[in-house]
């Protein structure tokens, strides 16, 4: 591996050697009651495991795009310094007693936070601490798995923010393809002891597992140095191995969902197999998990070959809640036995944030809200995204002119220079406005949300017509005359992010015909000359599409261009050098949603 790759290796192993020899975790007398159905006068024990996921660098409960306190529709918060309370609150309430604190990954991006000690100031440079291993060693996690977005700044940044935490990064199927061996810690077999009666301790085993779907997302990073191995199989491999080294009870720390689907199709391991890990090897007790960002309190799934029932449970996102899992215990013929077990949820948006962690991060929340609100250019109008998956946009056209401009000039000169160049742009969010007058950077980051790169890629006209056709799917089928309601327009397992619209050609989508037969039309800009089957375009595209991600047809290729540019970055310089954003710069309509020809705006 790298250099950086060997520092987490050598990370990894002073932190299992630690582990090994790690003090007792809780030695007061933890409660003895009567086990329910175990036997009068049975003794029993208890352990609780608290769990969090896709905490996507939210630290402070703010909203960097609007500059103030988050708040949503349900009154959510955000945030570890409100899950911090929630811990602490539950650790003063068991206080002597077995309490594990666990996350389940995308901890280190989704903020402009988090992006700042990425791009504009990266640890990796200055050697500060990231905020988020900042906020966690306040918490006082006792594992953390590693998310597929722990991979989104390269190998290096992740290295050094795992060299910071004060507490194990777990992924047992990241292998080193140089030596075939995990690249980071497989498991930690933590010894709690529950006191009370004698008890001998008990050793809690956690197994991390992070999202193969890494090995495409993020394909220019890990390429050549790592394998991400099946989940599924991970876990069959290393839960004997622990329970054949002493562990007690195993739980698994997994990024990935619970549907039994993957949205790069089949080409990798499954992206979401956590009711598959738990149907199909024995030996697991529980499930935490993340990645697909839902809210599950409690779902139980019972293993085919032994009958037990697994205990699994998402927290959502960001921080809006914590699970907890409440375990119960007995020894039989000198063996732990997990005799009950149960989930349930908290809401952060009970408590206030924690004064420590706040502290903490204080100066790089604020350093970050200062930059997140430089003033960039004025726009001439507001422009909000708000219809732009529906309808064709100026705030998305924004998005393609700069993604075309670059591209064209970059490939000026080269056999590519006379290709039309079209470009690809999704409706990430539904909220983002620029406002009239000042647009800051705030702004644009709220439009543009994630950290992808530029690239671009030659298609032919009939690649471009699959393209199309696989993105319309995003439509659910509205015969003609059926009522139009922009809210339930779209199929609910398609996320926006994965709705495409191409600027650089004229086409329409008629959502009363059938999946695959909904490009009607497609043509040259401005002419009724359908596009050639033949046809060859330059297509500027993202690196998430461009390396597989949603599964979209003909553009898992070979770039033609690929400079290692944000996106996000090269959208601020466009609107820095122009000093106005104006819609006649950009805004060029070529696409509209139709029926039978009939347009449905």
Do not use: C
């Not at 939210?58 to 570890?80: I, L, M, P, R």
């Not at 666990?102 to 988090?114: E, F, K, M, N, Y």
């Not at 008629?510 to 040259?524: A, E, F």
């Amino acid at each position: 591996m790298t250099s950086s790759s060997g520092a987490s290796r050598r990370q990894v192993l002073a932190v299992a050697a630690a582990a090994a020899t790690a003090p007792l975790l809780a030695s007061a007398p933890a409660r003895a009651a009567a086990a329910t159905g175990n036997g009068v006068g049975t003794t029993t024990w208890d352990l609780t495991v608290l769990g969090t996921s896709d905490t996507h660098g939210n630290v402070y409960n703010w909203d960097y795009y609007k500059d103030g306190e988050y708040d949503d529709s349900q009154h959510n918060d955000v945030g570890v310094a409100k899950l911090a309370t929630l811990v602490n609150q539950i650790r003063a309430e068991r206080k002597g007693k077995a309490t594990l604190v666990l996350d389940a990954g995308d901890t280190i991006q989704g903020t402009p936070l988090a992006t700042y000690y990425a791009k504009q100031e990266p640890i990796t440079v200055t050697g500060e601490t990231h905020p988020m291993a900042n906020a966690m060693n306040v918490l006082n996690y006792d594992a953390v798995t590693l998310g597929n977005h722990e991979f989104n700044y390269g190998l290096p940044l992740l290295a050094q923010w795992i060299s910071q935490l004060g507490f194990p990064a777990l992924a047992a199927n990241a292998i080193n393809e140089a030596t075939g061996k995990p690249a980071y810690l497989p498991y930690v077999i933590k010894p709690v002891n529950l006191g009370g009666h004698g008890a001998p301790a008990l050793n809690v085993g956690i197994l991390g597992l992070t999202n193969p779907g890494v090995a495409i997302w993020d394909k220019g990073n890990v390429e050549g140095k790592l394998v991400f191995e099946d989940m599924i199989a991970t876990a069959a491999k290393w839960v004997p191995i622990m329970r054949d080294r002493g562990a007690d009870v195993v739980i698994i720390s997994a990024h990935g969902g619970d549907s039994g689907t993957s949205s790069y199709g089949p080409e990798l391991p499954n992206e979401n197999p956590v009711a598959l890990i738990a149907q199909q090897v024995p030996g697991i007790d529980a499930i935490l998990f993340g990645h697909a960002h839902n809210e599950i309190p409690e779902r139980f799934v019972t293993n085919t070959k032994t009958g037990e029932r697994v205990l699994t449970s998402e927290p959502s996102r960001w921080g809006q809640r914590l699970t907890r899992m409440d375990f119960t215990l007995t020894r039989e013929k000198g063996r732990w036995k997990v005799v009950d077990k149960h989930a349930t949820m908290l809401n952060t948006n009970t408590v206030v944030e924690d004064p420590a962690v706040l502290a903490a991060v204080r100066g790089q929340h604020t350093k970050t809200v200062d930059y997140v609100n430089q003033v960039v250019a004025r726009s001439t109008v507001e422009l909000s995204a708000a219809e732009s998956r529906y309808k064709d946009t100026p705030i998305l056209d924004f998005i393609n002119k700069v993604q075309t401009d670059v591209v064209a000039a970059a490939l000026a000169g080269t056999a590519y220079a006379n290709l039309p160049v079209l470009s690809i742009a999704a409706p990430f969010s539904r909220t983002a406005v620029f406002p009239a007058g000042d647009v800051r950077i705030r702004d644009v980051a709220g439009l543009y949300v994630y950290d992808n790169t530029l690239e671009a890629v030659v298609m032919t006209g009939a690649e471009v017509k699959a393209y199309l056709e696989y993105s319309a799917k995003y439509f659910r089928t509205l015969a003609v005359g059926a009522a139009v309601n922009p809210a339930t327009i779209s199929d609910s397992s398609v996320p926006d992010y994965n709705y495409d619209t191409l600027s650089g050609v004229d086409y329409d989508i008629d959502i009363s015909k059938p999946v695959g037969q909904r490009i009607t039309r497609l043509v040259m800009p401005g002419t009724d000359t359908p596009v050639a089957a033949d046809a060859q375009f330059v297509v500027a595209v993202n690196n998430y599409r461009r390396s597989g991600g949603g599964n979209f047809p003909g553009v898992v290729k070979t770039q033609v261009y690929n400079e290692q540019q944000e996106i996000r970055q090269l959208l601020i310089e466009w609107a820095q050098a122009k000093g106005a954003i104006n819609p006649a710069d950009f805004f060029v309509p070529n696409w509209k949603l139709v029926r039978e020809g009939v347009p449905v705006f």
